[in-house]
Every structure is written in structure tokens, then in C-alpha cells.
């Protein structure tokens, strides 16, 4: 297997405190993915061993708002000793603001030319800073449908698109194929299309948001083009349990994940 697997620390084992799910997760074989580290004990997290592979990289502002473009960066910035101290790979961004559950603070429908160029310039900041602190930022796609309503140039081709014209080795993709099937479908023809902006892939089936096996989404078919394109970066669960809360639903939840990606 020419690809490792992360699992998001965020969404499995629930019953746990966020240290011991990092500590289960990672004696199971496998990297860690967080989202807001803020409230977590950071010394704590390094101290478990773990590998982590992506963390938040921002806690407000707005990528595509010339307005809050300032605050985007400023909180990049706040968390980059977070991201050495737990020697994190990626730090993910969103293209626009999100609020509770995943909102948008401020819903958008329409994109407009303005937003492309900020959220254009707003990335090659972060890159910038990125290369200053030897640290990789990520944007991440997502679905507009069920997830994150109003929140404009979301669409992997978007992400994709704003990705490819910074043309930053410190600027990549989050390819969340969750996200796409929802929102536009044709995985592999994506994958394929998106490969050199690619720094992490994160999965999850539809509908539900669970683990490979449990949707329409053929995850073997998709390892196997991951692997016949010489994909060797992360591939990170971000589903719940199918089974629902307990330490067990989760194990079989990262088996059924681990045996979808195992060529």
C-alpha cells in the first residue's frame, strides 16, 4: 500500500476523552486528524506518540472576503506553534467562514469575481507564512447540499482551480471525496484531474457519513486508482460509526476503513 491512513480523532470513540482516542487510534496503526486545537492540552497530544496529519489551520475570518482575509492569516499564524509542536503536516482552511455545525456566518449563493481574487490572494499570503514556518496549508472542498449551505467557491473544481493558480508548494488540496460525491460525483475523474495539488484525501460514504461499506461510494474501487497513479500521501477517515456510540462500533468502523484502502 503505497498511501497511509489517518482517522479523524473528532468523530469516532465519542466516549472517550480526546486524549485516549488519539492514544487508541494511533496503537491501532493509523495517523491523526483534529480539527480546533485550541482547547485541547497540546503537550498532552505530543506526548501520546502520535502521528498527526492535519489540524485546523484557522478559527475566523473569511478566505474570499477582502474584510476578513486579515483575520484569516492572524489566526494561521496563532496556531503554527501548535502545528510544530505536534509536527502536523497540514493545517486545512475552508473557503469561507464556518459557524455552528458547519454553517456559514455569512451565507453566500453566488460567487463573484471579488471573492475569487480575494480568496486568491488571501492563499498566497498563507503561503507566504507557510514557507516562513516551514508549515502546509490545505483547502479544503465541501458540500453546499447538506453540510455547509452557503458557503461560495466550495466545489472541488473551485478549490481545485483557486489551488492550482497560487501554485505554492506550501498551498494544497484537502480532497474531501465525502463532499464531492454530494455535491458533483465522477470520483476518480476527479482524482485523477486533481492529483498534483493533492496533500490529503479524506473519505467518508454517502448518505450518513460513515465508514467505507456502508454507502454507494466503491472505496476499493478508489484505492485502487490512488494506488495506480502512485498516490503515497494520507487518506484520512472523517466518519462516524455506523454502529452508533461504543468503543467496538468505532473498531469495526476503522476495520472496514482500513480493509477498503488495503491493496
Known sequence: MSFRLAVCAEMVYNELPIIERVERIHDLGFEVELWDTRPRDVAALAATGARFSSMSGYYGGSLIDPDGADEVVASAEKLIPTALELGVERMVVHPAELGEAGRAVRPIHRPTGEMWLAGLRTLERLAV????????????????????????????KDTMALVAAVDHPNITMMLDLYHAQIGEGNLIELIIKAQQWVGEIQ????????????????????????????????VGLEAAAAGGSGIESSDHALAAFRTAFTI
Open 129 to 156: 507564512l507557510g514557507a516562513a514556518h516551514g508549515v502546509t496549508f490545505a483547502l479544503e472542498n465541501l458540500n453546499t447540499i447538506v453540510d455547509h449551505p452557503g458557503i461560495p467557491l466550495a466545489r472541488a
Open 203 to 234: 473519505v467518508a460514504d454517502v448518505p450518513g457519513r460513515f465508514e467505507p461499506g456502508t454507502g454507494e461510494i466503491r472505496y476499493p474501487a478508489v484505492a485502487k486508482v490512488l494506488a495506480g497513479i502512485g498516490y503515497e500521501g494520507v
